[in-house]
């Protein structure tokens, strides 16, 4: 019988093939499939907000390999959104490669704490947004839509956990530095 955690794990899994087509659709299709990576952001997104939640639900719990990497899944999608973007041709081959050798010796450096994974996603999905809104207006503004309502619906959550928590980590990433 399938659990709670199992179906959580399912979801994260299916994020991470998301990330892979996405580079499959930008070598294959560039351009033209914009509309359907931004539908594809808001399913791996809406995956990434209910897969915590249906895990702690579960009647089992114990720990899995995509549990327990469920930050990395996170990156491997926001690389593989970069990737389409570079493939699809909205950001040139060399930026994406600087930024990605950049985070990689930060990483290497420091490890991989959640505030440092959680940042690395922001200016790829900045990016995203923009040439969303930019170049497939209709979807573009969905998921500009969708993600309004997450905060309006998490707000509170955001407010007391995720920002409070964010900052607290990154504040640990400069102490860390400071002390090297």
Do not use: N
Not at 38 to 66: E, K, N
Not at 83 to 97: E, H, Q, T
């Amino acid at each position: 019988m399938l659990v709670a955690k199992q179906v959580a794990d399912m979801i994260t899994g299916g994020r991470a093939v998301l990330g892979v087509f996405m580079v499959w659709l930008g070598v294959t299709r560039g351009p033209e499939a914009l509309p359907l990576v931004c539908w594809l952001m808001i399913l791996g997104w809406s995956g990434d907000g209910l897969d915590g939640p249906i895990a702690r639900r579960s009647r089992l719990q114990y720990h899995s390999w995509l549990g327990d990497h469920d930050l990395v899944i996170d990156i491997e999608v926001s690389f593989g959104l970069l990737l389409y973007l570079v493939a699809a041709g909205y950001v040139d081959l060399r930026i994406a490669s600087v930024y990605l050798i950049f985070w990689a010796l930060l990483f290497w450096r420091w490890g991989l704490p959640r505030s440092l994974g959680m940042l690395i996603q922001a200016p790829i999905y900045g990016w995203f947004l923009w040439v969303g809104v930019r170049d497939a207006p209709q979807a573009g503004w969905w998921v500009i839509g969708w993600i309004a309502a997450v905060i309006i619906l998490t707000w509170p959550r955001a407010v007391r956990e995720v920002v409070p928590g964010f900052l607290r980590g990154m504040g640990d990433v400069w102490q860390q530095y400071r002390r090297e």
